[in-house]
C-alpha cells in the first residue's frame, strides 16, 4: 500500500469513447502529478497541481484533460485517443513546494484499439 | 526537458555481486533521486541526495553526487534476485514542482 491509488488498473478503450482515470492519495499532500510511460522512453510529466492548481502542462494534447476538485483526487480525463497515446499512466503526490519524495500509484494500464 | 539519463541502460549479474548504475544530467539541481520499478508497476523512492552532499547511504545502497560533473552513481552492494527491476534517476530544480526522469537501468539479479 502506496498510499496513492489508482483506479481502473488496466483500460481498453476505442478512438472514440471517452473514459477517466482517477487517482487518490491518502498522505496529505498537496501536489499531485500525471506521468505517462510508454515502452523505451523515459517518463514524461504531463500535468502538475499544487494546492489543486495546475502549475504545469507540458504541452500535452487537449484529448487529455485533467481535473483536480481536491487535494486528495486527481482525474485524466480521456477523448478520442490515439493508439500511439497506449501506455502506463502514473499517478504521483507530494509535499510541496518543491518535489522531494514522490510517492506514485500502480499505474493505470491503458490500451487503445 | 528530461533531466536525468542513466548508464548503462541493462545490466545482468549474479546474486551476491555489487551493481552500479551511473546517472547524469543537463541543468542545475537541488536533489537528485534514485528510483526503482518493478514491471508494470509504480515506482518507489529509494534515496534522496541534495546538491550540497556528495555521499548517502541507505541500508545496501551507497549514492554519490559529483555537481561539477552533473553526475550521480547508484550502488547496490550483495546483490540479490529480489532487486531485480529498473532503477530510475530524477532531478529536483528550484523552478517549481518539476521532477523529470531519464529512461532508467534495468537491472537482472540471476540467483
Known amino acids: 500500500e502506496t498510499g496513492v491509488t489508482q483506479t481502473p488498473r488496466h483500460l481498453v478503450m476505442g478512438m472514440t469513447n471517452k473514459k477517466s482515470l482517477k487517482c487518490e492519495q491518502h498522505l496529505g499532500h498537496n501536489a499531485m502529478y500525471w506521468y505517462k510511460q510508454s515502452a523505451k522512453k523515459p517518463l514524461e510529466l504531463m500535468f502538475v497541481y499544487s494546492l489543486e492548481e495546475r502549475v504545469e502542462n507540458n504541452s500535452v494534447p487537449s484529448r487529455f484533460s485533467p481535473e483536480c476538485p481536491n487535494s486528495s483526487h486527481l482525474f485524466l480525463h480521456l477523448h478520442t485517443l490515439q493508439p500511439e497515446d497506449s501506455a502506463l499512466y502514473l499517478c504521483?503526490?507530494?509535499?510541496?513546494?518543491?518535489?522531494?519524495?514522490?510517492?506514485f500509484g500502480e499505474g493505470s494500464r491503458l490500451t487503445v484499439l | 526537458s528530461q533531466q536525468g539519463e542513466e548508464d548503462p541502460q541493462a545490466l545482468s549479474i549474479q546474486e551476491g555481486e555489487n551493481a552500479t548504475m551511473n546517472c547524469s544530467y543537463k541543468t542545475s539541481i537541488n536533489n537528485l533521486q534514485w528510483y526503482r520499478q518493478n514491471s508494470g508497476r509504480g515506482l518507489v523512492h529509494l534515496i534522496l541526495i541534495r546538491s550540497n552532499e556528495r555521499e548517502k547511504h541507505s541500508g545496501r545502497l551507497r549514492v554519490t553526487l559529483d555537481t561539477s560533473k552533473k553526475s550521480s552513481s547508484l550502488l547496490i552492494t550483495a546483490s540479490r534476485a529480489a532487486d531485480t527491476a529498473s532503477y530510475f534517476c530524477a532531478g529536483g530544480n528550484n523552478a517549481g514542482n518539476m521532477l523529470t526522469f531519464g529512461g532508467g537501468t534495468r537491472l537482472m539479479v540471476k540467483p
Open positions: 504521483a503526490s507530494s509535499q510541496d513546494p518543491h518535489p522531494g519524495e514522490l510517492f
